[in-house]
């Protein structure tokens, strides 16, 4: 499997912004890429689908809570997925996950069994 390393987390401001990038490494093909997401899992709550890019890069969405303020976006030159984060919130407070498959799933992308590699996250923090 994949190599997902994430960085780019910390402490911000509500109303601040972050940018959080996950490194690919190991792989031995690009195809890892067709599907590739970030999760988040808040203290003492179950982790949840923030974003996704999907079908090499072809469509993107986004969990309701944060659409309109992140956006998710790859560099596939240097094997790079990036989540750009604006406007924060209390709210978005968590460890950030970012996950990747390269296998067809029939349902939802936030359904998080179907990620064969995972990272082990980077920790946002905002505070009001």
């Known amino acids: 499997q994949v190599q997902l390393v994430e960085s780019g987390g910390g402490s911000v401001q509500a109303g601040g912004s972050l940018r959080l990038s996950c490194v690919a490494s190991?792989?031995?093909?690009?195809?890892?890429?067709?599907?590739m997401a970030w999760f988040r899992q808040a203290l003492g709550k179950e982790r949840e689908g923030v974003a996704a890019?999907?079908?090499?890069?072809?469509?993107?969405d986004y969990a309701d809570s944060v659409r309109g303020r992140f956006t998710i976006s790859q560099d596939n030159a240097k094997n790079t997925l990036y989540l750009q984060m604006n406007s924060l919130k209390p709210e978005d407070t968590a460890m950030y996950y970012c996950?990747?498959?390269?296998?067809?799933?029939?349902?939802?992308?936030?359904?998080?069994?179907?990620?064969?590699?995972w990272g082990q996250g980077t920790q946002v923090t905002v505070s009001s």
């Open positions: 996950a990747a498959d390269n296998r067809y799933y029939s349902g939802s992308w936030s359904d998080e069994q179907q990620y064969g590699s």
């Open positions: 190991r792989y031995p093909n690009s195809s890892y890429r067709y599907k």
């Open positions: 890019i999907l079908r090499y890069g072809g469509i993107t």
